[in-house]
């Protein structure tokens, strides 16, 4: 009785859809955050071509709209589900995003963490003039997120936030 479960197509393409599913996140997990900010086009490329490469590993000969909407699904339902259990579980949220790493702390490179990030210097430069600052001695601080985004703050940054938060508090007391 219970192999005939297995035998049922949809169940198939459920099931391989949520091991492929949790085959990319380890993979991207093991390879690094960097693949997910910022695309460049190698990253693209390289995203599209997975997933065409493991649409016949999640689908199989079922190529009807049927067969695809319930691959969809069961993506879906799994990502949800992850999500839920990464909210109500830190350490394995953890486990699966990793931590922020930082990457320049008072103007100086943390050599270990960039390595660690596979980061190059240049890719370094090119975030640190997205956000203003053209020298990494002028910055205070510089993380890599779980996202793969890096945080950038320097002293012209928390000048302009400081400067922010007095002018509202300006406008709040003027309307009292």
């Given amino acids: 009785m ?29 390879f690094g955050k960097k693949e997910l900010s910022q695309l460049s086009v190698v990253d693209l490329v390289f995203i599209l071509l997975i997933s065409n490469s493991v649409q016949n590993a999640m689908v199989g000969s ?10 969809a699904a069961a993506l879906f339902i799994t990502n949800f ?32 963490n960039i390595d660690k990030a596979k980061l190059s210097v240049d890719e370094i430069m090119e975030v640190l003039r997205e956000h203003g600052v053209s020298r990494i001695e002028d910055v205070n601080l510089a993380v890599l997120e779980v996202d793969g985004n890096i945080s950038v703050l320097s002293d012209n940054f928390t000048n302009k936030s400081v400067r922010k938060r007095k002018s509202r508090q300006g406008i709040s007391q003027k309307r009292s």
């Fill in 81 to 112: 589900l992850i999500k839920q259990i990464m909210f109500r579980f830190p350490r394995f949220s953890k486990f699966i995003q990793g931590e922020n790493m930082m990457l320049i702390y008072e103007g100086k490179l943390n050599k270990k």
């Fill in 2 to 30: 219970h192999m005939g479960i297995f035998s049922n197509s949809y169940v198939m393409i459920i099931l391989s859809s949520v091991a492929v599913y949790i085959f990319i996140i380890i993979a991207f997990r093991l």
């Fill in 62 to 71: 079922n190529t009807s709209l049927a067969g695809g909407l319930v691959a």
